[in-house]
């Protein structure tokens, strides 16, 4: 009867190691990208709460100096970030000072420009629409 | 010949040994860092969401928070602290961790209201 080599031939180690290793490194880099973009999150809502009360504030200002002068309206747009702004609108009434507008506005993203499209007209042809 | 089996896989072994616990030190690394970070995004939200409502509640004067007469947060009781102080018409809110480091600081306008 021929004896057994062992239970675990040369190789089958290396093999379990190198896929253990790969499913911890994967586990460590999901978990250290999620924490990372969650911290990146975080940040960037900070910054934006912050600019949002920094136009609050020049907002206020805005106000008191117009509740100061004479003026009949005021407008003014006060930029909060790349994408957002405090719009303010002011008007007196009867020597009251009136709020008509004092709230964020998002402004639309940019068309993505391309390649010009045909539109269908085959006018510029010399043919005929279908 | 059977010499040598032995030794290989010996060999085989150490060498693996080694190469995983070089790995497992790096994930682990890694690990620590991610919850470091996690720790540190979650503090952060929380700090905004603390100083914003201290900063709303002190300048409107409204009572779910109190404050003492140097401006700090009394009925916090949990893991920050809440510094407020006025300059002019500007009222700043510190936050801080329990251990006095200032993770958050927000500015928000302290004069009369519209």
């Known amino acids: 009867m021929k004896k057994s080599d062992g239970a675990l031939g040369v190789g089958v180690i290396t093999i379990s190691t190198v896929l253990l290793v790969l499913c911890l490194s994967v586990m460590a880099m999901l978990a250290f990208s999620s924490a990372r973009a969650e911290l990146h999150l975080a940040q960037a809502n900070a910054e934006n709460i912050s600019a949002y009360y920094a136009a609050d504030m020049q907002a206020h200002r805005l106000y008191a100096d117009f509740a100061a002068a004479s003026e009949e309206s005021l407008r003014a747009e006060i930029s909060i970030s790349d994408r957002q702004s405090l719009c303010l609108w002011l008007e007196r009434e009867d020597g009251q000072v009136r709020v008509r507008a004092w709230n964020t506005v998002t402004r639309e993203a940019e068309a993505p420009t391309g390649p010009e499209l045909w539109d269908g007209n085959l006018s510029e042809f010399g043919g005929q629409k279908p | ?114």
Not at chain 2, 10 to 30: K, R, S, Y
Not at chain 2, 57 to 73: E, I, K, P, Q, V
């Open chain 2, 1 to 114: 010949m059977r010499l040598n089996r032995n030794t290989l896989f010996l060999t085989e072994l150490v060498l693996n040994v080694l190469i995983f616990a070089l790995c497992a030190g790096a994930c682990v690394l890694m690990l620590v860092r991610a919850d470091s970070m996690r720790r540190q995004s979650s503090a952060l939200t929380d700090a905004v969401y603390i100083a914003q409502t201290a900063a709303e509640t002190f300048r409107d004067g409204r009572s779910s928070l109190s404050f003492d007469a140097a401006g700090n947060l009394t009925d916090g009781g949990g893991d920050y602290t809440a510094r407020c102080s006025r300059q002019g018409e500007e009222l700043t809110v510190e936050l801080l961790d329990r251990h006095g480091e200032r993770i958050y600081t927000l500015q928000v306008w302290g004069g009369e209201g519209r």
